[in-house]
């Protein structure tokens, strides 16, 4: 599996997006089980979860349980990058925020029992409060990194603006910026930009979004994955990990085929044509 830097660790080019094993009413557990086996069978070591993926608010954590108890029941090395976030919280099945610095303890520390680590490798502010001065959360989440609660940080759903400020309060601290991109939504590419520029990685959530539209399938995508005998997903794929070597996608999957066919796309050799195409599309 190709590589890529996550602050001081290397991890798998495409990591594992694990929300859609966790957020419906009815979650299949056993096969969540067998989709966590199957990617790290495949080489995927990171893992991308949240204390807030959980159908509502009577079940919340539980993504992060699930995640501690497939990687328990794998055996998985200490190689595998689990990142979670705090941040957002339910009520009810409705998704709400708080920013405040000493919520983000307490979810950090209720996150670690979960988990069941001493330090979390990878802990992410979910998303920016409007209620709460971000330089505050920002604060918040350098408290945590100078408790050593946390070994690095990222944040998730961040303007440049709010990239920057980040970077100058939590310094080499903060490896990883967390945002959608995908084919359909591409609007995050400033945020690649200053990724690359400041030596982030840029994990890609939803990096499949609107690829099932009948649009995109009909589209370019749909007509270099015919070219290359592949799915228009591993192409999507293929196309995200060329444009910077910052990027991660993290494509979510609750079934071990999705995953299968995912990580094939770091073998997919696009050529400049596709490329082209594919960014012009």
Known sequence: MEQRRVGSRTVSAIGLGAMPMSVREQNDEERALRTVARALELGVTLIDTADAYSPDEATFGHNEVLMAKALREYGAADDVLVATKGGHTRRGTDWELDGRPEYLREACIASLERLGVEQIGLYQHHRPDPAVPYEETMGGLRALLDEGLIAAAGISNADPA???????????????????????YRSSQPEIDVCAELGLAFLAWSPLGGMSDAGSLAGEFAEVAHKHDVSPQQVALAWELSLSDVVVPIPGASRPESVEDSVGAVDLKLDDEDLSRLSAS
């Not at 920057?164 to 967390?178: F, K, M, N, T």
């Open 162 to 184: 709010q990239i920057r400020s980040a970077h100058s309060i939590l310094g080499d601290g903060l490896v990883a910026v967390q945002n959608q991109f995908s084919p359909k």
